[in-house]
């Protein structure tokens, strides 16, 4: 135990509550942080849950009632590890009893959310982290250098794709994430705020919009309503409800700089998993990353020899490379959960220092103003500018 | 030689010239036909030129106008292969003098022009051949089996782009591929003209488009005129003209059978040199392709057995796969030129048994259709129907 | 904290102290465990060094001489962290005193200490497992899975390769992986016997070996000698030591049941970081296997339809794959220490039911009796069987 | 038609006479030689067959004797379009009589063969062609051209495979090439012919040899014996024979500048059509090759900058590549069939200038003394140095 000790409170033990909990548990392992973070309490509606859940990973206490956590003297973070529609209420009381904030994403369920999310934070003097977990995939942060170092040159394209299989089965139950009142749209929400959060990281900010959306399937079994933020789904009637959300959503953009860009976010590319993959090309090289591979990023250099150029594989797994002197040797990958580690390692670090880190509620407002406006577009058919 | 001698006369004697000229050079070797073409005329402005070009592709006679070659009785086949400013009043007076027509694409100007061509071959009753050759990659044409075969069940996305970097450089002058009144437009009219080909072969007719263009480079120094059809282009001036046509184009589309696709064209696409990739994902399975690795087909089936499901990479060169049969043993590749070759032996089939073949005008209409509507999407910032 | 507690010790804090701390640390959290395992001491020669060690992972005490911790009453499991040249002593040791032994790979130098390793370990009823972690990277587990399940049919080739790059720079120094005394030989031994593992694993045994081996580099700088077992060396002189392993080895096999293999294991394959890859083709089928993307296996069908065979890439990242469950949704990878994890799931459980594990003792002599008939054939030349 | 008139006399219609024939007919097309190759005359055994290959292809004669075209005086050239045991007569008498000789590979049936072939050639002042084609895959050139630059710097490993899987089935018919009275071996023969060549030619020459053959089909149905030279082969009866070459074939050797080498041929590699892949390690970089992506070739450069290190595929299409700015423009893919062009342009070159070329029977003779080596390694169990 190093340095100060800084208590967590997490609220929600699903899935995004397993990957959290793994991150604070292990930064210490493997990062030298400036404090030391305890995992203190979880909380969730389910007492008998939320207890198995925190015998599992070391959590001291455990508690039913958000609002009781939040205001707690002794705890220094607040780890919101739910679904969106609950993050707004909770990370507005949670900055105003001074809690730091690390909260899943997407942000919130519109720019007003996101907003005061960020105002009481910034008002309240907290650090703030939206969990755009995948800046932090050690190929990403190196793109991120090479664009900075200047070795891309002028940027012209943006080109990305999220693209899943999940819901592929017309079967499916009604899950949550496909219900407006919960997630507020579909891939465009869930997946889309990935690649647009990654745009603004490694191009810049956005211009103008045009988008489509549509769906395939329009109703499905009702689900079990438990589901909410559970990555398992079951079915509980043959009735069927209708899906609220779209399907798949294809996005155009102009970038300030002058780039276009092009997003694509479905959970219909039958043998897409988790796909994320996108493509950066520059006056002077080319980047391109997918996350299903993610140790690796491709890299163009216009600057190579003339008759020995192409797109090189690198290995992200060298000392040399971000955050990977902390792991293993080269060669030796990492994988999704390490990302969460990484996020943790830096959030720790930016409470501790009182410094602040990226991407957070500032952040999360961008990317909410461009993913409203593409629902807007492809509502109305026409371009629509951020303001 | 085999059957009814059909004679050619070729115009233009450039990029296309070469290739053409090739394939009916080449058609007879490896494939049995119903009839033997001729390379009997060779057409082109500069003699010395189309001299030296005939002789050494065996065309058997030289011409320097147009006109002489189509109007003779003794040629069956009129081949153009010229940009497309200049297909119109060949291809127009080819057929009102009943010769078969295969044309390089993009088929025209505009929708009037490729409408005309396809009325007056109609009523001439020649057979018309639109040389989007792609369609005749043997994965590209596995491709269409797989779909018609119902193996990929109904389709939900088509996701491409045509990407090149031959213009990334500033000091890349002006060539006839720049301006507006050559080339209609940039890689919108070159390259989308093939992918909504493919688009329309694969998946379906395109009910409405949202499109965007932009310019990298406005200016670029003045090219030797005489570059118009070659590939190689040089600057004769430091003074600089405007490029009238764009740099790149994004368009998004609803097809009418319910799926999304998306279109990207581009010649900054720094390392890539002719990269026309498409995905295709249906309800049962998906396919995508990539033109560099032309001799793959990708291919991921949902009713794989769970645990083994994958995306398949097939070596489209065994002798059950289209076209293939032709060449050499399973294992060793064919190339670009190939696809000319096809396009040849199934023109000449269709010419020798008074059948047709496809693409033809009437396709090159709904592609200029499309892409006009791209045009006209991205100046009015809206969606834009195709009637 | 579940069913009975078993209490650890572990001897051994560099490298691979780091790797198997991580893995009981976090097994718990992800795997329903019979038992549950304690960290409770960690002993290594360096007082000062080990606690820190100790302190970072969890471990409750700390100890700096090892026969003080296989003697230890309330020690259950004693776990071997160490260069194969301390495996010997320590392992027969713990065995007497009944200890269950988690052992680093290669088991030891020579089939002479590996078989009274084993014969001591049998005598004493106690769980002994030699960690050839690859076995339980999920798509190799996939692998012998489609083997047995006898998907790939009789067996014909097997093609390995295991290739770094960590000593091509002549300034490297001479690590304690460099010399005989420490190390017994080089990649034949450290990385070949994972290779022969695997071989084993899923094709059989080997009847005979022709084998070769080679150095490039003959002498190189001294290295400071406490970086026994560690991955950073220093050197700590001008002056140079003889290289006395192999930098370098080859070797072919006839298997018992009538395949044929090879294996290559090399330090000096520029821009191969940990590359461990295998080929298996079969009567009905083909396997390939890549450490460096070890979250995919390529699987070929020769009864897949005619038109659609290929090479099909799977992302062993599903529910139904082995061990997948236990981490997160298809698509999200895993990494390298997630195998150590596996190993150490399988061997509580093992150790918990009375149960046995593999690969084990008896398995590390079959390895090293391949290892030593490939040392010995490069020496004499000629086809070695094994006995 | 330039300069001299070379007239070409091919033995053999099948399947190498198809793809030679192509090369003389379109060399001339894509190249400007120094001399015009003239398709005169073409012979075979069967009449009809050879009459009909003639008018196919365009060459002028036919016969039926080969020694009336050997010693005919209007021939300059002998192209020996057949299986490796009809080399060695046609050779020695073609070169009596002055002729040049291309001559398909392997060279011979053994060293006493070669080493006649070369004897008498040099003797009669001819120049000789080995048509080891794979040399003259651009890919392959610029591999040559980067060692030969010493951007790979000194040669650690060289590691080759050359798999196929066309007779995996039972029932395949025994053709020649399982038969040792025609094709002296398997793939040992057929296939590693082309990978020691291409090792001699990136490498260097080979010391010593260990090598290891195998048979897993001993007998299989007899086959129609006009199959000799063709790719179709039906089996007659269903009675059997016995296979006389071995099924597969692995070798190691060490170079005479000290690189170790592992070459792997087989026919029994499910899903591998015709994949003869190599990779090659050197103190500077690496390369590696797949004959299946034949445009493409991997390269490593240890001198790019740390953190951007990682194999690059080149896309071999460039005109800055060997053999390319004959062709098309970058990115538009060559076959398997343009390397035949390549060696009739450069052989057409070395005739007309009186110069020589490689590889040739020289050549011809260092790989079957391999080869031979390899064999009789396999036989005795033991190293077998080259002479």
Redesign the interface.
């Known amino acids: ?1 190093k340095g100060k000790r800084l208590n967590i409170g997490i609220i929600g033990y699903k ?1 995004m509550g397993k ?1 959290h ?2 991150a604070w ?2 930064v ?2 493997f990062f030298d942080l400036p404090a030391t973070p305890v995992l203190k309490v979880a909380c969730g509606r389910n007492l008998n849950n939320v207890t198995a859940f925190a ?3 070391g959590w001291e206490e455990v508690e039913t009632d958000w609002k009781q956590v939040v205001s707690r003297d002794d705890i220094d973070i607040i780890d919101i590890a739910l679904p969106q529609h609950l993050h707004y209420e909770i990370a507005v009381e949670a900055a105003k009893h001074g809690k730091h904030i690390f909260c899943e994403k997407p942000i919130a369920m519109d720019v007003e959310q996101a907003t005061e999310m960020y105002n009481v934070s910034e008002a309240n003097g907290i650090v703030h982290y939206l969990n755009h977990n995948y800046r932090r995939v050690p190929a990403i942060a ?1 793109a991120k ?2 664009i900075t170092d200047n ?1 891309i040159g ?1 940027i ?2 943006w ?1 990305s ?1 999220y ?2 299989d ?1 819901i ?1 089965d017309p079967n499916f139950p009604l899950s949550w994430q496909l219900q407006e009142e919960y997630a507020k749209a579909g891939p465009h929400w869930d997946l889309n705020s990935h690649a647009v959060d990654l745009a603004h990281f490694l191009v810049g900010d956005i211009q103008d919009v ?3 959306t ?1 769906n ?1 399937i329009k109703e499905r079994p009702l689900a079990n309503p438990d589901c909410v933020g559970s ?1 398992k789904v079951e079915a509980i009637s043959t009735e069927k409800g209708e899906v609220t959300v779209e ?2 959503a ?3 953009v ?1 970038f300030k700089n ?1 780039a ?1 860009g ?1 997003f ?1 976010a ?1 959970r ?8 994320l993959s996108f ?1 950066v ?6 980047l391109t990353f997918n ?5 690796e990023l ?5 600057q ?1 020899a ?10 992200v ?2 000392d ?2 971000p955050y990977v002197k902390h ?12 990302t969460f580690v990484h996020a943790a390692a830096d959030f720790i670090t930016a409470v501790s220092e009182a410094g602040s880190i990226a991407p957070n509620f500032k952040d999360g407002i961008s990317i909410i103003e461009v993913l409203e406006a593409g629902l807007k577009s492809s509502l109305e ?3 629509v500018s951020i303001k």
């Open positions: 135990m899935f990957a909990s793994n548990a292990k210490g392992q015998e599992k990973w190196l250098q090479l070795v002028e012209y394209h080109r794709a693209q899943q999940w592929t045009m988008a489509m549509t395939f990555l399907d798949a294809l996005m155009m102009n002058g276009v092009s694509e479905t219909f590319a039958n043998g897409r998993k988790n796909k493509e090309y520059g006056s002077k090289g080319s996350l299903e591979r993610m140790n491709e890299y163009y250099s216009e190579d003339d008759g020995v150029k192409g797109f090189r594989t690198i290995s797994t060298e040399v490379h792991w293993w040797p080269a060669g030796h990958i990492i994988g999704y959960e390490h058919k026409r371009v």
